[in-house]
């Protein structure tokens, strides 16, 4: 039998999932653990106004740390602690989900966009902000240029955040990894992501090759960027949406899916009861907005989280937001998927489960399953406390395929 976890560090569920998330940054530069554990020790399950100020005031405390560290020409450290800052602003942005009110998100969400741009300004890296044409609009991102030596065309990594991912995650996730081995990277948000959402309104979409033909049209027009080495990464949710792309477009080399999102919609429904999933299949939508509404007054945390999780989806009632929900799946597309694709299969994985192993039943010509468990202290959704090891999986396996 698979060993469990025989500690936790929070006895909130979602409080623990995010201090794992948070001090597996650590591994990139992007926490410190004993200064995550400080500032939430003692705080109680269901302290929702309690988390959210332990985050704020912890991203507070680390980005005056790196304002001084700047104005007395420490720039290393300066760069440093702005980073553990933009990650620890972004685990606030997440905490805003369970309070009453959205006031706090806009300033959180700017501070911590702030810290990761003064990062950006001092870390010795070679990173162009960059404005991705797309639709009417542009998508902001940040391109990465590895500064390994060597001639000739460099590979490139398109890094897909998920639905509530921060810049700082996906750094920790991928980046600095394509970076030490050679690739240029590029991160970005996309409808529905970080400043699309908090700062212009723009929602998701379910077609994401929408979304990541124009990315990948923008990479191909870099210089130094090897056209036929171009490999493709998506986290949480973004398992849904590198897969739905591909099965439309097949120019990149190489995709990793952490994990595998066939359909998005069972981290949703399987928490409904029978009768309110027969209410939405019937097309009961008065009915079920009505039963709905009625069980979020029982439950005001509830009701704070739907506000919260639905506003990417650009919808109004709740019936609206679930049918939204369904359409983000790639259960009929996924036989067009050509690309070799690598599928990450954590163990305890509490969001999707099962999904993993379905994409990759789904794509058996060119998918690698890829488990990862509890005795390797890998498991949980993303693998939050084994990012070096996902990391070496990943890239080895990139490497292979892109002929490096």
Same mark, same amino acid.
Do not use: C
């Given at each position: 039998m698979a060993r469990t976890h025989e500690f936790t560090f929070s006895g909130d569920p979602d409080f623990d999932f995010e201090i794992r998330t948070t001090i597996g940054q650590a591994f990139s530069g992007a926490a410190d653990i004993g200064?995550?554990?400080?500032?939430?020790?003692?705080? %109680?399950?269901k302290d929702h106004e309690g988390w959210f100020a332990a985050w704020r005031g912890l991203g507070d405390r680390i980005a005056a740390q790196a304002d001084a560290a700047a104005a007395a020409g420490h720039t290393v450290s300066a760069a440093s602690a702005y980073l553990r800052a933009a990650s620890y602003y972004a685990t606030a942005v997440n905490a805003v989900a369970s309070l009453p009110s959205d006031e706090d998100l806009? /300033?959180?969400? %700017?501070?911590?966009?702030?810290?990761?741009? %003064?990062?950006?300004?001092?870390? $010795?890296?070679?990173? $162009? %902000?960059?404005?991705?044409?797309?639709?009417?609009?542009?998508?902001?991102g940040y391109w990465f240029r590895s500064g390994l030596a060597g001639g000739g065309p460099r590979p490139a990594l398109v890094?897909?955040?998920?639905?509530?991912g921060a810049l700082t995650g996906l750094w920790s996730s991928a980046v600095s990894g394509a970076l030490r081995r050679g690739y240029d990277a590029l991160v970005f948000d996309g409808p529905g992501q970080q400043s699309l959402l908090f700062e212009r309104g723009i929602p998701f979409r379910p077609d994401w090759e929408a979304v990541l033909t124009p990315v990948l049209e923008f990479v191909l027009a870099r210089e130094g960027v090897d056209a036929e080495r171009v490999a493709l990464y998506?986290?949480?949710?973004?398992?849904?949406?590198? /897969?739905?792309?591909?099965?439309?477009?097949?120019?990149?080399?190489?995709?990793?899916?952490?994990?595998?999102?066939?359909?998005?919609?069972?981290?949703?429904?399987e928490h409904l009861p029978t009768n309110m999933r027969a209410l939405l299949k019937d097309g009961e939508d008065a009915k079920f907005d009505r039963d709905?509404?009625?069980?979020?007054?029982?439950? /005001?945390?509830?009701?704070?989280?739907w506000r919260f999780r639905a506003r990417p989806y650009g919808t109004a009632g709740y019936a609206e937001t679930m049918r939204a929900v369904l359409q983000y799946t790639v259960e009929d597309v996924a036989s067009r998927i050509t690309t070799p694709l690598l599928i990450t299969d954590p163990e305890h994985e509490q969001f999707w489960p099962g999904q993993?192993?379905?994409?990759?039943?789904?794509?058996p010509g060119v998918s690698t399953l890829v488990s990862f468990t509890a005795a390797e202290g890998a498991d949980f959704h993303?693998? /939050?406390?084994?990012?070096?090891?996902?990391?070496q999986r990943m890239f080895d396996w990139l490497d292979e395929r892109l002929g490096r």
């Open positions: 200064e995550v554990l400080a500032a939430v020790q003692g705080i %109680r399950a806009l /300033p959180t969400f %700017r501070s911590h966009r702030a810290a990761w741009d %003064r990062w950006v300004d001092l870390v $010795d890296l070679d990173i $162009d %902000r960059v404005d991705i044409p797309y639709d009417e609009t542009t998508m902001p890094v897909v955040n998920g639905s509530d998506g986290i949480s949710q973004g398992g849904n949406w590198v /897969p739905r792309a591909l099965a439309f477009e097949h120019r990149f080399a190489a995709a990793v899916a952490d994990p595998g999102v066939v359909d998005v919609s069972t981290s949703w429904t709905m509404e009625l069980g979020m007054k029982f439950s /005001p945390d509830l009701a704070h989280t993993s192993e379905r994409l990759a039943a789904l794509t993303v693998q /939050p406390l084994a990012r070096a090891l996902t990391e």
